[in-house]
Protein backbone atom coordinates (compact mmCIF):
# COMPACT_ATOMS: atom_id res chain seq x y z
CA UNK A 1 0.00 0.00 0.00
CA UNK A 2 1.21 3.39 -0.69
CA UNK A 3 1.86 5.65 1.75
CA UNK A 4 0.24 9.03 0.92
CA UNK A 5 0.87 12.77 2.36
CA UNK A 6 -2.15 14.03 3.22
CA UNK A 7 -4.14 14.99 5.97
CA UNK A 8 -6.21 11.59 7.36
CA UNK A 9 -9.77 12.23 7.49
CA UNK A 10 -11.68 12.90 10.83
CA UNK A 11 -8.44 15.19 12.13
CA UNK A 12 -9.99 17.38 14.42
CA UNK A 13 -7.40 20.56 13.69
CA UNK A 14 -5.39 21.46 10.72
CA UNK A 15 -1.93 23.11 10.75
CA UNK A 16 -2.17 26.53 8.98
CA UNK A 17 1.29 27.78 8.67
CA UNK A 18 4.70 27.19 9.71
CA UNK A 19 4.60 27.67 13.65
CA UNK A 20 7.27 29.64 14.96
CA UNK A 21 8.54 27.55 18.16
CA UNK A 22 9.92 29.20 20.88
CA UNK A 23 14.22 30.15 20.43
CA UNK A 24 15.97 27.13 19.82
CA UNK A 25 19.04 28.17 18.37
CA UNK A 26 21.04 32.22 17.51
CA UNK A 27 20.92 33.07 13.47
CA UNK A 28 22.68 35.36 13.19
CA UNK A 29 19.75 37.20 11.09
CA UNK A 30 19.75 38.22 7.18
CA UNK A 31 22.89 39.54 5.45
CA UNK A 32 22.53 41.27 2.06
CA UNK A 33 25.41 40.18 -0.10
CA UNK A 34 23.57 42.89 -2.90
CA UNK A 35 23.84 42.18 -6.93
CA UNK A 36 20.06 41.44 -8.51
CA UNK A 37 19.96 37.54 -9.10
CA UNK A 38 17.51 35.41 -11.71
CA UNK A 39 17.98 32.07 -10.24
CA UNK A 40 17.55 30.23 -6.98
CA UNK A 41 21.09 30.50 -5.22
CA UNK A 42 23.58 27.01 -4.65
CA UNK A 43 25.53 27.26 -2.15
CA UNK A 44 28.43 24.55 -1.11
CA UNK A 45 30.77 24.45 1.77
CA UNK A 46 34.96 25.00 0.84
CA UNK A 47 35.93 23.54 4.18
CA UNK A 48 36.15 24.92 7.53
CA UNK A 49 34.08 28.14 8.05
CA UNK A 50 34.04 28.40 4.44
CA UNK A 51 31.29 28.84 1.61
CA UNK A 52 30.63 29.52 -1.77
CA UNK A 53 27.24 30.62 -3.03
CA UNK A 54 26.56 31.19 -6.39
CA UNK A 55 23.65 32.77 -8.80
CA UNK A 56 22.63 33.68 -12.52
CA UNK A 57 22.91 37.26 -13.20
CA UNK A 58 20.96 39.62 -15.13
CA UNK A 59 23.26 39.30 -17.80
CA UNK A 60 22.57 34.93 -17.58
CA UNK A 61 26.40 34.74 -16.32
CA UNK A 62 27.08 32.70 -13.49
CA UNK A 63 28.34 34.82 -10.59
CA UNK A 64 30.01 33.46 -7.29
CA UNK A 65 30.58 34.79 -3.84
CA UNK A 66 32.80 33.65 -1.71
CA UNK A 67 32.93 33.51 2.22
CA UNK A 68 36.39 33.16 3.89
CA UNK A 69 35.59 32.41 7.33
CA UNK A 70 35.34 36.11 8.55
CA UNK A 71 33.74 38.07 5.17
CA UNK A 72 32.63 37.92 2.19
CA UNK A 73 34.37 38.04 -1.51
CA UNK A 74 32.09 40.19 -3.39
CA UNK A 75 30.57 38.84 -6.79
CA UNK A 76 32.95 37.23 -9.22
CA UNK A 77 31.25 36.55 -12.88
CA UNK A 78 32.46 33.61 -14.43
CA UNK A 79 30.83 34.45 -17.65
CA UNK A 80 28.45 32.43 -19.98
CA UNK A 81 25.27 32.28 -20.95
CA UNK A 82 23.53 30.23 -18.12
CA UNK A 83 19.86 29.14 -19.01
CA UNK A 84 19.07 26.91 -15.42
CA UNK A 85 19.64 27.41 -11.76
CA UNK A 86 22.89 26.33 -10.71
CA UNK A 87 24.21 23.47 -8.48
CA UNK A 88 27.67 23.47 -6.99
CA UNK A 89 29.74 20.97 -4.87
CA UNK A 90 32.53 20.84 -3.02
CA UNK A 91 35.93 18.85 -4.00
CA UNK A 92 37.43 18.92 -0.65
CA UNK A 93 39.55 21.71 1.17
CA UNK A 94 39.05 24.79 -0.74
CA UNK A 95 38.18 23.52 -4.17
CA UNK A 96 34.58 23.27 -5.69
CA UNK A 97 32.22 23.16 -9.09
CA UNK A 98 29.47 24.49 -10.39
CA UNK A 99 27.35 23.72 -12.99
CA UNK A 100 24.86 24.95 -14.66
CA UNK A 101 22.85 24.11 -18.54
CA UNK A 102 23.99 26.72 -21.75
CA UNK A 103 21.84 27.73 -24.55
CA UNK A 104 22.20 24.49 -26.11
CA UNK A 105 21.01 22.68 -22.77
CA UNK A 106 24.32 20.86 -22.77
CA UNK A 107 25.58 20.96 -18.99
CA UNK A 108 28.80 22.93 -18.36
CA UNK A 109 30.73 23.02 -15.44
CA UNK A 110 33.42 25.43 -14.32
CA UNK A 111 35.72 23.95 -11.26
CA UNK A 112 37.85 26.36 -8.14
CA UNK A 113 40.86 24.73 -7.19
CA UNK A 114 41.03 27.59 -3.85
CA UNK A 115 42.44 30.42 -6.28
CA UNK A 116 41.05 30.65 -9.69
CA UNK A 117 38.03 28.91 -11.85
CA UNK A 118 39.07 26.67 -14.65
CA UNK A 119 36.43 28.16 -17.25
CA UNK A 120 33.64 25.89 -18.34
CA UNK A 121 33.88 22.69 -19.60
CA UNK A 122 30.75 21.41 -21.84
CA UNK A 123 29.99 17.82 -20.30
CA UNK A 124 27.14 17.56 -23.48
CA UNK A 125 23.39 16.10 -23.30
CA UNK A 126 20.60 17.14 -23.45
CA UNK A 127 19.07 17.83 -20.49
CA UNK A 128 15.42 18.72 -19.56
CA UNK A 129 16.04 19.41 -15.52
CA UNK A 130 18.03 21.65 -13.00
CA UNK A 131 21.78 19.91 -12.21
CA UNK A 132 22.02 18.34 -8.86
CA UNK A 133 26.16 17.89 -8.51
CA UNK A 134 28.17 16.82 -4.89
CA UNK A 135 30.90 15.10 -3.90
CA UNK A 136 31.82 11.85 -3.90
CA UNK A 137 35.13 12.28 -1.42
CA UNK A 138 38.31 14.54 -2.58
CA UNK A 139 38.72 15.01 -5.97
CA UNK A 140 35.61 13.83 -7.07
CA UNK A 141 32.49 14.61 -8.15
CA UNK A 142 28.61 13.39 -9.46
CA UNK A 143 26.80 15.72 -11.67
CA UNK A 144 23.02 14.63 -12.27
CA UNK A 145 20.17 15.98 -14.97
CA UNK A 146 17.51 14.57 -16.35
CA UNK A 147 17.49 13.80 -20.07
CA UNK A 148 15.23 14.04 -23.06
CA UNK A 149 13.55 10.91 -22.28
CA UNK A 150 13.15 11.69 -18.82
CA UNK A 151 15.31 9.14 -17.53
CA UNK A 152 18.03 10.39 -14.95
CA UNK A 153 21.58 10.62 -15.93
CA UNK A 154 24.60 10.87 -13.99
CA UNK A 155 28.24 12.29 -15.01
CA UNK A 156 31.11 11.47 -12.59
CA UNK A 157 34.35 13.48 -11.73
CA UNK A 158 37.36 11.36 -10.89
CA UNK A 159 39.82 14.16 -10.00
CA UNK A 160 40.87 14.63 -13.57
CA UNK A 161 38.20 13.94 -16.30
CA UNK A 162 34.54 13.03 -16.42
CA UNK A 163 32.96 9.82 -16.77
CA UNK A 164 30.34 10.91 -19.79
CA UNK A 165 26.96 9.90 -19.17
CA UNK A 166 25.20 6.79 -17.61
CA UNK A 167 21.82 6.63 -18.01
CA UNK A 168 20.08 5.69 -14.97
CA UNK A 169 16.95 4.87 -16.77
CA UNK A 170 13.50 5.64 -14.82
CA UNK A 171 11.17 8.32 -15.53
CA UNK A 172 12.00 11.13 -13.55
CA UNK A 173 9.17 14.22 -13.23
CA UNK A 174 11.16 16.47 -11.02
CA UNK A 175 14.42 18.14 -10.83
CA UNK A 176 17.50 15.50 -9.17
CA UNK A 177 18.76 15.80 -5.77
CA UNK A 178 22.03 13.79 -4.99
CA UNK A 179 23.80 13.76 -1.69
CA UNK A 180 27.00 11.55 -0.46
CA UNK A 181 27.43 9.68 2.05
CA UNK A 182 30.54 7.12 3.23
CA UNK A 183 33.98 7.15 0.96
CA UNK A 184 32.76 7.43 -2.76
CA UNK A 185 29.02 6.80 -2.07
CA UNK A 186 25.70 8.74 -3.16
CA UNK A 187 22.36 8.28 -3.21
CA UNK A 188 20.22 10.77 -6.41
CA UNK A 189 16.27 11.24 -6.24
CA UNK A 190 13.62 12.25 -8.00
CA UNK A 191 10.07 11.86 -8.37
CA UNK A 192 8.32 9.15 -10.39
CA UNK A 193 5.30 9.57 -12.59
CA UNK A 194 2.85 8.57 -9.89
CA UNK A 195 5.25 11.18 -7.76
CA UNK A 196 6.19 9.41 -5.61
CA UNK A 197 10.10 9.63 -4.12
CA UNK A 198 12.39 6.99 -6.03
CA UNK A 199 16.29 6.66 -4.78
CA UNK A 200 19.00 5.26 -6.56
CA UNK A 201 22.51 4.47 -4.48
CA UNK A 202 26.07 4.31 -5.92
CA UNK A 203 28.24 2.15 -3.76
CA UNK A 204 31.74 3.46 -5.26
CA UNK A 205 31.35 1.58 -8.63
CA UNK A 206 27.66 0.76 -9.81
CA UNK A 207 24.32 2.05 -9.19
CA UNK A 208 21.63 -0.09 -7.06
CA UNK A 209 18.45 0.67 -9.23
CA UNK A 210 15.37 2.59 -8.18
CA UNK A 211 13.81 2.24 -5.04
CA UNK A 212 10.18 3.55 -4.38
CA UNK A 213 9.70 4.93 -1.49
CA UNK A 214 6.39 5.69 -2.10
CA UNK A 215 4.24 9.10 -1.04
CA UNK A 216 3.20 11.50 -3.14
CA UNK A 217 5.13 14.71 -3.06
CA UNK A 218 4.26 18.09 -4.47
CA UNK A 219 7.69 19.31 -4.52
CA UNK A 220 11.56 18.69 -5.73
CA UNK A 221 13.31 16.62 -3.19
CA UNK A 222 16.54 17.73 -1.04
CA UNK A 223 18.97 15.30 0.74
CA UNK A 224 21.72 15.47 2.49
CA UNK A 225 23.93 12.82 4.09
CA UNK A 226 23.85 12.43 7.82
CA UNK A 227 27.36 11.12 8.75
CA UNK A 228 29.40 8.48 7.28
CA UNK A 229 26.65 6.16 6.32
CA UNK A 230 23.58 7.94 6.68
CA UNK A 231 21.48 10.38 4.53
CA UNK A 232 17.80 12.09 4.61
CA UNK A 233 15.60 13.11 1.47
CA UNK A 234 13.39 15.17 2.49
CA UNK A 235 10.05 16.27 -0.02
CA UNK A 236 6.75 18.24 0.64
CA UNK A 237 3.76 16.34 0.86
CA UNK A 238 0.11 16.47 -0.32
CA UNK A 239 -0.73 18.99 2.62
CA UNK A 240 2.08 20.90 2.46
CA UNK A 241 4.52 19.67 5.42
CA UNK A 242 7.55 18.40 4.88
CA UNK A 243 8.18 15.34 4.90
CA UNK A 244 11.42 13.20 6.10
CA UNK A 245 12.94 9.91 5.14
CA UNK A 246 16.23 8.71 7.00
CA UNK A 247 18.64 5.94 5.72
CA UNK A 248 20.54 4.50 7.69
CA UNK A 249 22.98 2.44 5.95
CA UNK A 250 20.93 -0.26 5.19
CA UNK A 251 17.38 0.58 5.02
CA UNK A 252 14.86 3.88 4.92
CA UNK A 253 12.91 4.97 8.18
CA UNK A 254 9.60 5.91 6.25
CA UNK A 255 7.75 9.12 6.19
CA UNK A 256 8.41 11.09 9.18
CA UNK A 257 6.31 14.23 8.62
CA UNK A 258 7.51 17.91 10.55
CA UNK A 259 4.29 19.45 9.89
CA UNK A 260 4.01 23.00 8.96
CA UNK A 261 2.59 25.14 5.55
CA UNK A 262 5.98 25.06 3.35
CA UNK A 263 5.44 27.46 0.14
CA UNK A 264 8.88 26.59 -1.24
CA UNK A 265 10.72 23.59 -2.71
CA UNK A 266 13.14 22.19 0.68
CA UNK A 267 17.11 22.47 0.97
CA UNK A 268 18.98 20.08 3.90
CA UNK A 269 22.25 20.26 5.08
CA UNK A 270 24.29 18.31 6.97
CA UNK A 271 26.37 19.86 9.87
CA UNK A 272 28.37 17.85 12.58
CA UNK A 273 27.79 13.77 13.85
CA UNK A 274 24.32 12.98 12.54
CA UNK A 275 23.03 16.70 12.46
CA UNK A 276 20.88 18.44 9.74
CA UNK A 277 18.98 21.49 9.45
CA UNK A 278 15.73 21.31 6.66
CA UNK A 279 14.58 24.63 5.42
CA UNK A 280 11.66 26.11 3.29
CA UNK A 281 9.30 28.76 2.80
CA UNK A 282 6.31 29.35 5.37
CA UNK A 283 3.36 31.11 4.12
CA UNK A 284 4.33 34.60 5.09
CA UNK A 285 7.65 33.72 2.67
CA UNK A 286 9.70 34.20 5.69
CA UNK A 287 12.17 31.19 6.02
CA UNK A 288 11.92 28.16 8.56
CA UNK A 289 14.32 25.91 9.52
CA UNK A 290 13.82 22.35 11.83
CA UNK A 291 16.78 21.05 13.15
CA UNK A 292 17.63 17.41 13.60
CA UNK A 293 20.19 16.33 16.76
CA UNK A 294 20.73 13.04 15.32
CA UNK A 295 17.41 11.76 17.21
CA UNK A 296 14.68 13.86 17.37
CA UNK A 297 13.38 16.93 15.32
CA UNK A 298 13.31 20.37 17.14
CA UNK A 299 10.25 22.10 15.31
CA UNK A 300 10.26 25.00 13.08
CA UNK A 301 12.08 28.06 14.13
CA UNK A 302 11.68 31.48 11.98
CA UNK A 303 14.54 33.01 10.68
CA UNK A 304 12.10 36.08 9.25
CA UNK A 305 13.04 37.70 5.84
CA UNK A 306 10.82 37.96 3.29
CA UNK A 307 12.05 35.84 0.07
CA UNK A 308 11.35 35.27 -3.23
CA UNK A 309 13.43 32.38 -4.09
CA UNK A 310 13.79 28.71 -2.98
CA UNK A 311 16.42 28.50 -0.12
CA UNK A 312 20.01 26.75 -0.57
CA UNK A 313 21.48 25.17 2.49
CA UNK A 314 24.97 23.88 3.45
CA UNK A 315 27.54 23.31 6.24
CA UNK A 316 29.58 26.32 7.56
CA UNK A 317 32.18 24.61 9.75
CA UNK A 318 31.45 21.71 12.13
CA UNK A 319 28.52 23.22 14.22
CA UNK A 320 27.26 25.63 11.75
CA UNK A 321 24.96 25.92 8.76
CA UNK A 322 24.31 29.34 6.43
CA UNK A 323 21.19 29.34 4.33
CA UNK A 324 20.68 31.80 1.30
CA UNK A 325 17.74 33.33 -0.42
CA UNK A 326 16.97 36.06 -2.78
CA UNK A 327 15.19 38.91 -1.23
CA UNK A 328 12.19 41.11 -2.81
CA UNK A 329 14.79 42.89 -4.61
CA UNK A 330 16.27 40.04 -6.07
CA UNK A 331 19.65 40.86 -4.33
CA UNK A 332 20.78 37.45 -2.26
CA UNK A 333 21.04 37.37 1.38
CA UNK A 334 22.59 34.61 3.49
CA UNK A 335 21.64 34.01 7.61
CA UNK A 336 24.40 31.61 9.25
CA UNK A 337 23.76 29.46 12.26
CA UNK A 338 22.79 28.48 15.06
Known amino acids: MKRKFSILAGTTSVILSLVSQPVLAVWNGPQSLGGIATSNPSCTSLGTNQVICAVRGTDNALFVNRFNGSSWSGYQSLGGIITSNPSCASLGTNQAICAGLGTDNALYVNRFNGSSWSGYQNLGGIATSDPSCTSLGTNQAICA?????????????????????????GIITSNPSCTSFGTNQAICAGLGTNNALFVNRFNGSSWSGYQNLGGIATSDPSCTRLGTSEAI??????????????FN????SGYQSLGGIVTSNPSC??????????????????????????SSWSGYQNLGGIYTS???????GTSQAICAGLGTNNALFVNTGP
Open 269 to 294: ASFGTSQAICAGLGTDNALYVNRFNG
Open 310 to 316: DPSCTRL
Open 233 to 246: CTVRGTDNALFVNR
Open 249 to 252: GSSW
Open 145 to 169: VRGTDNALFVNRFNGSSWSGYQSLG
